[in-house]
Protein backbone atom coordinates (compact mmCIF):
# COMPACT_ATOMS: atom_id res chain seq x y z
CA UNK A 1 0.00 0.00 0.00
CA UNK A 2 1.34 3.07 -1.13
CA UNK A 3 1.69 5.30 1.89
CA UNK A 4 3.53 8.47 3.65
CA UNK A 5 4.36 8.69 7.44
CA UNK A 6 5.70 12.09 8.84
CA UNK A 7 7.72 12.52 12.13
CA UNK A 8 9.66 14.49 14.05
CA UNK A 9 6.90 17.47 15.06
CA UNK A 10 7.03 19.11 18.11
CA UNK A 11 7.03 21.96 20.28
CA UNK A 12 10.31 24.26 19.72
CA UNK A 13 11.07 27.97 20.84
CA UNK A 14 11.77 30.43 18.37
CA UNK A 15 15.00 30.37 16.81
CA UNK A 16 15.32 26.62 16.77
CA UNK A 17 15.78 24.17 14.48
CA UNK A 18 13.57 21.10 13.85
CA UNK A 19 13.93 18.06 11.37
CA UNK A 20 10.66 16.50 9.94
CA UNK A 21 10.64 13.36 8.20
CA UNK A 22 8.45 11.41 6.03
CA UNK A 23 8.52 7.62 5.55
CA UNK A 24 7.75 6.46 2.21
CA UNK A 25 6.03 3.15 1.24
CA UNK A 26 5.43 1.15 -1.88
CA UNK A 27 7.14 3.39 -4.30
CA UNK A 28 10.45 4.94 -4.95
CA UNK A 29 10.99 8.92 -3.37
CA UNK A 30 13.02 9.24 -6.24
CA UNK A 31 10.42 9.22 -8.88
CA UNK A 32 7.68 11.37 -7.98
CA UNK A 33 7.86 14.71 -7.06
CA UNK A 34 7.73 15.84 -3.36
CA UNK A 35 6.50 18.17 -1.69
CA UNK A 36 5.77 19.55 1.95
CA UNK A 37 2.23 21.62 2.73
CA UNK A 38 1.88 22.94 5.71
CA UNK A 39 -1.66 24.07 7.30
CA UNK A 40 -1.57 26.75 10.19
CA UNK A 41 -4.56 26.54 13.16
CA UNK A 42 -7.40 27.54 11.60
CA UNK A 43 -6.15 28.19 7.96
CA UNK A 44 -5.77 27.22 4.68
CA UNK A 45 -3.19 25.32 2.59
CA UNK A 46 0.34 26.76 1.64
CA UNK A 47 2.63 25.30 -0.16
CA UNK A 48 5.97 25.18 1.41
CA UNK A 49 8.83 23.41 -0.74
CA UNK A 50 9.65 20.51 -3.10
CA UNK A 51 12.16 18.28 -4.71
CA UNK A 52 11.83 17.26 -8.31
CA UNK A 53 15.89 15.62 -8.27
CA UNK A 54 18.95 16.43 -6.02
CA UNK A 55 19.92 19.82 -7.78
CA UNK A 56 15.91 20.95 -8.71
CA UNK A 57 14.57 22.08 -5.23
CA UNK A 58 11.89 24.87 -4.82
CA UNK A 59 10.65 26.63 -1.91
CA UNK A 60 7.93 28.95 -0.44
CA UNK A 61 8.96 32.80 -0.20
CA UNK A 62 8.10 32.27 3.26
CA UNK A 63 10.20 29.94 4.19
CA UNK A 64 13.50 30.25 1.45
CA UNK A 65 16.75 30.24 2.99
CA UNK A 66 15.33 28.62 5.82
CA UNK A 67 13.99 25.32 5.57
CA UNK A 68 15.59 23.04 3.13
CA UNK A 69 14.68 19.92 1.79
CA UNK A 70 16.16 16.65 0.81
CA UNK A 71 15.99 12.79 0.63
CA UNK A 72 17.82 10.02 1.13
CA UNK A 73 16.98 7.21 -1.71
CA UNK A 74 18.57 4.53 0.34
CA UNK A 75 15.92 4.68 3.38
CA UNK A 76 13.00 6.10 1.10
CA UNK A 77 12.76 9.29 3.16
CA UNK A 78 11.82 12.29 2.49
CA UNK A 79 12.87 15.38 4.89
CA UNK A 80 12.46 18.87 5.57
CA UNK A 81 15.27 20.99 8.02
CA UNK A 82 13.41 23.71 9.57
CA UNK A 83 16.16 26.45 10.63
CA UNK A 84 15.69 30.01 12.25
CA UNK A 85 11.94 28.90 13.32
CA UNK A 86 9.44 31.76 14.19
CA UNK A 87 5.89 31.72 15.59
CA UNK A 88 4.36 32.15 12.16
CA UNK A 89 5.87 28.54 11.27
CA UNK A 90 3.31 26.74 13.83
CA UNK A 91 1.57 24.29 11.70
CA UNK A 92 0.49 20.64 10.23
CA UNK A 93 3.13 19.78 7.99
CA UNK A 94 2.02 17.02 5.57
CA UNK A 95 4.15 15.04 2.81
CA UNK A 96 2.56 15.08 -0.40
CA UNK A 97 3.41 12.79 -3.95
CA UNK A 98 3.03 14.57 -6.80
CA UNK A 99 1.38 12.18 -9.60
CA UNK A 100 3.91 10.63 -11.98
CA UNK A 101 2.73 12.73 -14.91
CA UNK A 102 4.81 16.00 -13.36
CA UNK A 103 3.66 19.56 -11.49
CA UNK A 104 0.61 19.64 -13.75
CA UNK A 105 -1.37 16.43 -12.35
CA UNK A 106 -1.69 17.27 -8.36
CA UNK A 107 -0.60 15.83 -5.27
CA UNK A 108 -2.38 12.20 -4.91
CA UNK A 109 -1.28 10.83 -1.82
CA UNK A 110 -0.91 12.62 1.44
CA UNK A 111 0.64 11.62 4.71
CA UNK A 112 -1.59 12.24 7.92
CA UNK A 113 0.77 15.28 9.20
CA UNK A 114 3.03 15.83 12.04
CA UNK A 115 2.21 18.59 13.94
CA UNK A 116 5.32 21.35 14.57
CA UNK A 117 4.81 24.41 17.31
CA UNK A 118 6.79 27.34 17.53
CA UNK A 119 6.72 29.14 20.77
CA UNK A 120 8.78 30.24 24.30
CA UNK B 1 3.24 35.96 -7.25
CA UNK B 2 0.70 34.17 -8.22
CA UNK B 3 -3.05 34.14 -6.64
CA UNK B 4 -5.66 32.06 -6.37
CA UNK B 5 -9.37 33.25 -5.19
CA UNK B 6 -12.00 31.12 -4.07
CA UNK B 7 -14.99 32.34 -1.99
CA UNK B 8 -15.13 31.86 1.58
CA UNK B 9 -18.43 29.58 1.29
CA UNK B 10 -20.98 27.85 -0.32
CA UNK B 11 -24.12 26.59 1.62
CA UNK B 12 -26.23 24.39 -0.75
CA UNK B 13 -29.38 21.86 0.23
CA UNK B 14 -28.89 17.97 0.00
CA UNK B 15 -29.60 16.60 -3.51
CA UNK B 16 -28.43 19.91 -5.41
CA UNK B 17 -25.41 20.91 -7.20
CA UNK B 18 -22.73 23.19 -5.59
CA UNK B 19 -20.18 25.25 -7.69
CA UNK B 20 -16.76 26.25 -6.63
CA UNK B 21 -14.76 29.08 -8.17
CA UNK B 22 -11.30 29.53 -8.39
CA UNK B 23 -10.04 32.71 -9.64
CA UNK B 24 -6.54 33.60 -10.78
CA UNK B 25 -5.28 35.57 -14.22
CA UNK B 26 -5.77 33.70 -17.17
CA UNK B 27 -5.95 30.91 -14.71
CA UNK B 28 -7.43 28.44 -18.19
CA UNK B 29 -4.03 28.58 -19.54
CA UNK B 30 -2.73 26.51 -16.60
CA UNK B 31 -3.69 23.07 -15.04
CA UNK B 32 -5.90 23.32 -12.00
CA UNK B 33 -5.90 20.77 -9.46
CA UNK B 34 -8.62 20.70 -6.52
CA UNK B 35 -8.77 18.53 -3.14
CA UNK B 36 -11.52 18.20 -0.51
CA UNK B 37 -10.25 17.89 3.54
CA UNK B 38 -12.61 17.07 5.99
CA UNK B 39 -12.00 18.05 9.17
CA UNK B 40 -8.68 16.64 10.86
CA UNK B 41 -8.46 14.93 7.96
CA UNK B 42 -5.12 15.27 5.01
CA UNK B 43 -6.36 16.82 2.15
CA UNK B 44 -7.38 14.35 -0.79
CA UNK B 45 -7.45 15.02 -4.66
CA UNK B 46 -10.70 14.90 -6.02
CA UNK B 47 -9.65 16.45 -9.68
CA UNK B 48 -6.82 16.82 -11.43
CA UNK B 49 -5.63 18.24 -14.78
CA UNK B 50 -8.93 20.69 -14.84
CA UNK B 51 -11.24 18.08 -15.47
CA UNK B 52 -9.72 14.65 -14.57
CA UNK B 53 -11.01 12.51 -11.79
CA UNK B 54 -8.62 10.23 -9.50
CA UNK B 55 -9.85 6.28 -9.22
CA UNK B 56 -12.39 6.21 -6.44
CA UNK B 57 -13.91 9.49 -6.39
CA UNK B 58 -17.47 9.68 -7.33
CA UNK B 59 -18.44 10.98 -11.03
CA UNK B 60 -20.81 13.92 -9.22
CA UNK B 61 -17.34 15.99 -8.77
CA UNK B 62 -16.46 17.47 -11.82
CA UNK B 63 -14.03 20.56 -12.58
CA UNK B 64 -13.69 22.96 -15.73
CA UNK B 65 -11.38 25.75 -16.47
CA UNK B 66 -11.67 28.97 -18.87
CA UNK B 67 -10.36 32.27 -18.99
CA UNK B 68 -9.50 33.83 -15.23
CA UNK B 69 -11.93 31.31 -13.41
CA UNK B 70 -11.86 27.25 -13.04
CA UNK B 71 -15.14 25.74 -11.50
CA UNK B 72 -15.86 22.36 -9.44
CA UNK B 73 -19.13 21.40 -9.61
CA UNK B 74 -20.40 18.72 -7.07
CA UNK B 75 -24.06 17.33 -8.26
CA UNK B 76 -26.73 15.41 -5.97
CA UNK B 77 -24.73 16.85 -3.31
CA UNK B 78 -24.38 14.68 0.07
CA UNK B 79 -23.98 15.17 3.23
CA UNK B 80 -20.24 13.74 3.51
CA UNK B 81 -19.23 16.12 0.63
CA UNK B 82 -18.91 18.52 3.49
CA UNK B 83 -15.68 20.28 3.82
CA UNK B 84 -12.79 22.35 2.49
CA UNK B 85 -12.05 22.45 -0.81
CA UNK B 86 -9.19 24.10 -2.24
CA UNK B 87 -7.85 24.65 -5.84
CA UNK B 88 -4.34 24.22 -6.56
CA UNK B 89 -2.15 25.31 -9.66
CA UNK B 90 1.74 24.92 -10.72
CA UNK B 91 3.03 28.35 -11.58
CA UNK B 92 6.03 27.78 -13.50
CA UNK B 93 6.77 31.29 -13.58
CA UNK B 94 7.98 31.34 -10.38
CA UNK B 95 8.72 27.36 -10.08
CA UNK B 96 5.75 27.73 -7.32
CA UNK B 97 2.99 25.55 -6.48
CA UNK B 98 0.14 27.53 -5.24
CA UNK B 99 -3.22 26.61 -3.04
CA UNK B 100 -6.66 28.74 -3.43
CA UNK B 101 -7.91 30.55 -0.28
CA UNK B 102 -10.14 27.53 0.19
CA UNK B 103 -14.16 27.08 0.23
CA UNK B 104 -16.17 25.15 3.31
CA UNK B 105 -18.92 23.84 2.02
CA UNK B 106 -22.07 23.28 4.07
CA UNK B 107 -25.02 21.00 3.38
CA UNK B 108 -27.65 22.21 5.10
Given at each position: ????V??G??????G???????????????S????W?R???G??????????S?????????????????R??S??????Q???????DT???Y?????????LY?M????????????? | S????????V????G?????T?????I?S?S??W?????G?A??L????D???????P???S??????TA???I?????????D?YC???DT????????????V???
Open positions: EVQLESGGLIQPGSLRLSCAVSAFSVSNYMSVQAPKGLEWVSAIIADRKYYGDSVKGRFTISDNKNTLFLMNRLRAEAVYCARHDSGGPGDVWGQGTTVIVSS | YVLTQPPSSVAPKTASICGGVNGKVNYQQKPQPVVIYYSDRPSGIERFGSNSGNTLTTRVEAGDEAYQVWSSDHFVFGTGTRTVL
